[in-house]
């Protein structure tokens, strides 16, 4: 069965600093993988996604993920962290098969500091 | 295009109470998934209807249903309340029967008591 890692709880940075959540997944071939983002009391963005080619994919508000298969990774980054990211990101994995619902990690909460 | 719309945003029941809640996907999406968040499991997968017909169920009680209309739009019941049911109920669309990504609502939080 599919499933989803991500290590860190809770992270803390400055503004201004770069920033990398980690996520690890499990499952038996290439996966379609995700990132969300969820602010307080809100639904799930899509941030970005990996469906195939190109491992170091573009997402919306400056971030990138970079798939890497030997290592089931699929970590997100950002050059410059703004005020405004502070919120809970979510990995997630899914079959391209779309036979089994897309499973996500516990999340990660973002502060940013000033 | 409008997003997915969940109603309503937050309810507040008894236990043993009943709960209907509902959801309109992104028109065009036929794909309705649904989601419970809560602090301590997650996000956890309830059902996915496509076309009137459940496709997928998750690892919860037959307390837990659904159900799609004609028009895609699909609601969730929960009978028989418990307290461990308070949660951020999701829904989410998608084009395609399994289709990715999933677009989500903004949630119905449910508060049992």
């Known amino acids: 069965a599919q499933s989803v890692t991500q290590p860190d709880i809770h992270i803390t940075v400055s503004e201004g600093a770069s920033l990398e959540l980690r996520c690890n997944y499990s499952?038996?071939?290439?996966?379609?993988l995700f990132w969300y983002v969820q602010s307080p009391g809100q639904g799930l963005q899509l941030l970005l996604k990996?469906?195939?080619?190109?491992?170091l994919v573009q997402g919306i508000k400056g971030f990138e993920a970079e798939f890497k298969r030997s290592q089931s990774s699929f970590n997100l980054r950002k050059p410059s962290v703004h005020w405004s990211d502070a919120a809970e990101y979510f990995c997630?994995?899914?079959?391209?098969?779309?036979?089994?619902?897309?499973?996500f990690g516990k999340g990660t909460r973002l502060s940013v500091i000033a | 295009k409008a997003g997915v719309t969940q109603t309503p945003r937050y309810l507040i029941k008894t236990r043993g109470q009943q709960v209907t809640l509902s959801c309109s996907p992104i028109?065009?999406?036929?794909?309705v998934s649904w989601y419970q968040q809560t602090p301590g499991q997650g996000l956890q997968f309830l059902f996915e209807?496509?076309?009137?017909?459940?496709?997928n169920k998750g690892n919860f009680p037959g307390r837990f249903s659904g159900r799609q209309f004609s028009n895609s739009r699909s609601e969730m019941n929960v009978s028989t309340l418990e307290l461990g049911d308070s949660a951020l109920y999701l829904c989410?669309?998608?084009?395609?029967?399994?289709?990715?990504?999933?677009?989500f609502g903004n949630g119905t939080r449910l508060t049992v008591t």
């Open positions: 989410a669309s998608s084009p395609t029967e399994g289709g990715s990504p999933l677009h």
């Open positions: 499952y038996g071939a290439t996966p379609y």
């Open positions: 990996y469906f195939s080619g190109d491992t």
């Open positions: 997630a994995v899914g079959s391209p098969s779309g036979n089994t619902p897309l499973v």
């Open positions: 028109s065009g999406h036929r794909s």
């Open positions: 209807y496509f076309s009137e017909t459940q496709r």
